[in-house]
């Protein structure tokens, strides 16, 4: 049995997140599927790095798998991509050591969430949240900074999640303007690992910071009161990316 790792970008508009669910295709469904083809016809179970939700996408996300069947990684890869749909597609496959494993090796992932302040794009709705107004990005960005370092971030995950630890480090918040587009901006988010919904949350709070509707200070206050209903709304699925998994 060869265990083998792969990095791979998914479109998420028409799946019902990563994670495994009977009578919803998702990514795992889809990677699984392809996979007891290749291994002749034995199941094949696949750990990613971390599940992701419906309509999120994923330009660098990472999982391993087990073959009962040995195959280069040339080919590997290139019967996969033959037998996934169009909107997965496997960028790289490595052979690694039985007690590799893509969630627990994982040292951090980066995540960015893509906004269009300008007019609404029906092209980019399902890739670039559409705002379609105006942000105060200098806001934003000093709001993004009382984000980083090691912190409770239960007011930022998901209402109903209980977890033992909700303790995160955030090494690093970036706002990236675009160049060719003044309306459009990327926030960036580098950290060890991630609650559920936990950066939706965090960019629905930073759009009311750039609403005006809050200070930048405020999110110290927010991450004091380890309550969910004290910070923003969540923001939508669409903009947001797993970018990569650290190792």
Same mark, same amino acid.
Request: proline share 2%; aromatic share 10%; charged share 30%.
């Given at each position: 049995?060869?265990?083998?790792?792969i990095?791979?970008?998914?479109?998420?508009?028409?799946?019902?997140?990563? $994670? +495994?669910?009977?009578?919803?295709?998702? /990514?795992?469904?889809?990677? @699984? *599927?392809?996979? !007891?083809?290749? %291994?002749?016809?034995?199941?094949?179970?696949?750990?990613?790095?971390?599940?992701?939700?419906?309509?999120?996408?994923?330009?660098? $996300? +990472?999982?391993?798998?087990?073959?009962? /069947?040995?195959?280069?990684? @040339? *080919?590997?890869? !290139?019967?996969? %991509?033959?037998?996934?749909?169009?909107?997965?597609h496997?960028?790289?496959?490595?052979?690694?050591?039985?007690?590799?494993?893509?969630?627990?090796?994982?040292?951090?992932?980066?995540?960015?969430?893509k906004?269009?302040?300008?007019?609404?794009?029906?092209?980019?709705?399902?890739?670039?949240?559409?705002?379609?107004?105006?942000?105060?990005?200098?806001?934003?960005?000093?709001?993004?900074?009382?984000?980083?370092?090691?912190?409770?971030?239960?007011?930022?995950?998901?209402?109903?999640?209980?977890?033992?630890?909700?303790?995160?480090?955030?090494?690093?918040?970036?706002?990236?303007?675009?160049?060719?587009?003044?309306?459009?901006?990327?926030?960036?988010?580098?950290?060890?690992?991630?609650?559920?919904?936990?950066?939706?949350?965090?960019v629905?709070?930073?759009?009311?910071?750039?609403?005006?509707?809050?200070?930048?200070?405020?999110?110290?206050?927010?991450?004091?009161?380890?309550?969910?209903?004290?910070?923003?709304?969540?923001?939508?699925?669409?903009?947001l990316?797993?970018?990569?998994?650290?190792?």
């Amino acid at each position: 049995m060869t265990r083998y790792f792969i990095t791979f970008s998914y479109d998420g508009t028409n799946f019902s997140g990563y $994670q +495994k669910q009977p009578r919803e295709r998702t /990514i795992q469904n889809e990677l @699984e *599927k392809a996979l !007891k083809e290749i %291994n002749e016809n034995k199941k094949v179970e696949v750990h990613a790095s971390g599940r992701t939700d419906a309509k999120v996408h994923a330009l660098n $996300q +990472k999982a391993h798998f087990d073959l009962d /069947i040995k195959i280069t990684k @040339e *080919k590997l890869k !290139k019967a996969l %991509n033959s037998l996934l749909p169009e909107d997965i597609h496997i960028k790289n496959v490595e052979e690694v050591s039985d007690n590799f494993h893509a969630r627990y090796n994982a040292k951090g992932k980066e995540y960015i969430y893509k906004i269009n302040m300008g007019e609404y794009n029906p092209l980019e709705r399902n890739y670039v949240y559409q705002y379609n107004n105006r942000l105060d990005v200098t806001e934003i960005e000093r709001a993004m900074k009382y984000l980083e370092g090691t912190h409770n971030f239960k007011s930022f995950t998901k209402t109903d999640e209980e977890k033992d630890d909700y303790v995160r480090t955030l090494s690093q918040t970036n706002l990236i303007r675009d160049l060719k587009d003044v309306n459009k901006i990327t926030l960036v988010f580098v950290g060890t690992g991630f609650l559920r919904y936990m950066v939706r949350n965090m960019v629905g709070t930073l759009i009311e910071v750039g609403e005006g509707k809050r200070k930048s200070e405020d999110i110290i206050t927010i991450l004091k009161e380890q309550n969910r209903t004290h910070a923003g709304k969540t923001a939508a699925p669409e903009g947001l990316y797993l970018k990569n998994v650290f190792y």
